[in-house]
């Protein structure tokens, strides 16, 4: 366990080859104890180079699956499955609605939210369901001692010392627990009048905001790659996830819920105005404004009565919204090219001039980037960023998103997604050439599921 949080350590640190092996090493030596933190270290180890193939295979296919499956605790495992969506979404071709991602997010966001409730905004006040299985201590009938206090003959035969044998027998006996399902409590979906236990709790245990995080960054990046609509019923179910957290928060008296974790101040910006998540006080509070202004532009949620059909598994976004990348409408241009200019202060430190204010200089203040994990701040200072500069039609906005996503397919040059969204930009820019040499590069690297050029 140790090893695998230097791996970690090492992983977001930069030093992926020394992470690499560290990892590896944890894995051969303690894979049922240390299989999840090592499959955490590797996965940030894949995501820095682009290794969307090898991602896949640790986080989202079955024998990388087993690897973490078992550590549950505060929904770990999810948010590993979380991870093993992305890396599916890479090399997944945009709104066709063939989407294992979409698979993953459902068995380990939606059954969580659904569950406690909170998807609805009513949260379980108590857990309304009994936990499957329990610890129970093995009695001496079933670990088979048919006479517990008589000494045994591999005792008798090496002259062991009967009393203290027996209390050594005891011992062992008060530390062995199993798990064995309970007869008497299967599990129900009635709301039964019982008091639940520490392991009806610990089982049906209401989102944690870290979760709450990981599934709203997963529905942007589903959002901006075509697999949900922008009226998904989803975005409705997190909207009602994060309203029913935040209310619990004002009922014990914090002003400021969110404030242990800038990412989840941030991102739930997405929906909620910035004063009210905290995201003001992130750096300059830029960036969490843009993200709000992204969000209303975007219209996230079932907003009309003609959207439910957008609960559909699959929706054929490419062919519904063909024109989802590209500029906007001559009106909204402005506004887009306000949110490029508040999400990149958060990249490079430099405080872009709002519109209609004095002066045209900028200042550079590096205090003001924002901090996170290159993998789950990329939602955000990258896919973000880089959408709506090509909704925006601007020339600087969309020189900033040719930088960055120069950047993103010289460092991760295996990611399929990366050169599919260098393509959008370089033709709108107008270089035809580059844009086709950039797709036909996506789908060399694996997009669209083996798809032909």
């Known amino acids: 366990m140790a090893t695998s949080l230097l791996a970690l350590g090492f992983a977001v640190g930069g030093r992926h080859e020394e992470a690499e092996q560290m990892a590896d090493r944890a894995m051969e030596q303690g894979r049922s104890v240390s299989g999840a933190l090592a499959t955490w270290a590797q996965c940030h180890v894949f995501d820095a180079r682009g290794g969307v193939s090898e991602g896949i295979s640790a986080l989202a296919n079955f024998d990388g699956i087993s690897n973490y499956e078992g550590a549950g605790l505060l929904f770990f495992d999810c948010r590993l499955s979380g991870y093993g969506a992305r890396f599916s979404l890479d090399r997944e071709e945009r709104g066709r609605g063939k989407s294992a991602a979409l698979r993953l997010y459902a068995a380990n966001f939606d059954r969580v939210l659904d569950y406690s409730g909170f998807s609805r905004a009513q949260p379980w006040q108590q857990p309304q369901e009994k936990a499957p299985l329990a610890w129970v201590e093995r009695t001496s009938i079933e670990s088979g001692d048919a006479d517990a206090t008589s000494d045994s003959f591999f005792g008798?035969?090496?002259?062991?010392?009967?009393?203290?044998?027996?209390?050594e027998e005891v011992e062992e006996e008060e530390e062995e627990f199993e798990v064995v399902a309970k007869k008497d409590a299967p599990p129900s979906m009635k709301r039964e009048r019982w008091d639940p236990s520490c392991e009806d709790v610990l089982t049906w245990i209401p989102?944690?905001?870290?979760?709450?995080?990981?599934?709203?960054?997963?529905?942007?990046?589903?959002?901006?790659?075509?697999?949900?609509?922008?009226?998904?019923?989803?975005?409705?179910?997190?909207?009602?996830?994060?309203?029913?957290?935040?209310?619990?928060?004002?009922?014990?008296?914090?002003?400021?819920?969110?404030k242990f974790c800038p990412l989840a101040s941030v991102i739930s910006s997405l929906l909620f105005p910035p004063s009210e998540t905290g995201g003001n006080r992130i750096g300059s509070g830029r960036l969490a404004r843009g993200l709000y202004e992204m969000g209303e532009q975007l219209k996230l949620g079932n907003v009309t009565a003609e959207a439910a059909?957008?609960?559909?598994?699959?929706?054929?976004?490419?062919?519904?919204?063909?024109?989802?990348?590209?500029?906007?409408?001559?009106?909204?241009?402005?506004?887009?090219?306000?949110?490029?200019?508040?999400?990149?202060?958060?990249?490079?430190?430099?405080?872009?001039?709002?519109?209609?204010?004095?002066?045209?200089?900028?200042?550079?203040?590096?205090s003001l980037q924002f901090e996170a994990w290159n993998f789950d701040a990329r939602p955000i200072l990258e896919h973000a960023v880089v959408y709506a500069a090509c909704k925006s039609g601007d020339t600087t906005s969309l020189h900033l998103a040719r930088s960055i996503c120069s950047q993103g397919v010289t460092l991760r040059p295996n990611s399929p997604e990366e050169w599919w969204r260098y393509s959008i930009v370089l033709g709108l820019l107008g270089d035809e050439v580059g844009s086709e040499d950039a797709l036909n590069a996506s789908i060399d690297f694996g997009a669209g599921q083996g798809a032909k050029s």
């Open 156 to 167: 008798r035969l090496m002259g062991r010392n009967s009393s203290k044998a027996k209390e």
């Open 207 to 258: 989102p944690t905001p870290q979760l709450l995080t990981d599934a709203t960054l997963l529905l942007l990046r589903f959002t901006l790659n075509g697999t949900i609509s922008t009226r998904n019923g989803r975005w409705d179910s997190i909207r009602n996830s994060w309203t029913a957290y935040f209310e619990i928060e004002r009922k014990n008296g914090e002003t400021y819920p969110l």
């Open 309 to 366: 059909e957008s609960t559909e598994i699959r929706e054929l976004i490419a062919e519904r919204e063909p024109d989802f990348w590209l500029p906007a409408d001559d009106e909204p241009r402005q506004e887009w090219k306000e949110i490029v200019n508040h999400l990149a202060s958060a990249i490079d430190g430099y405080d872009y001039p709002e519109e209609g204010s004095e002066g045209d200089d900028g200042v550079v203040d590096l």
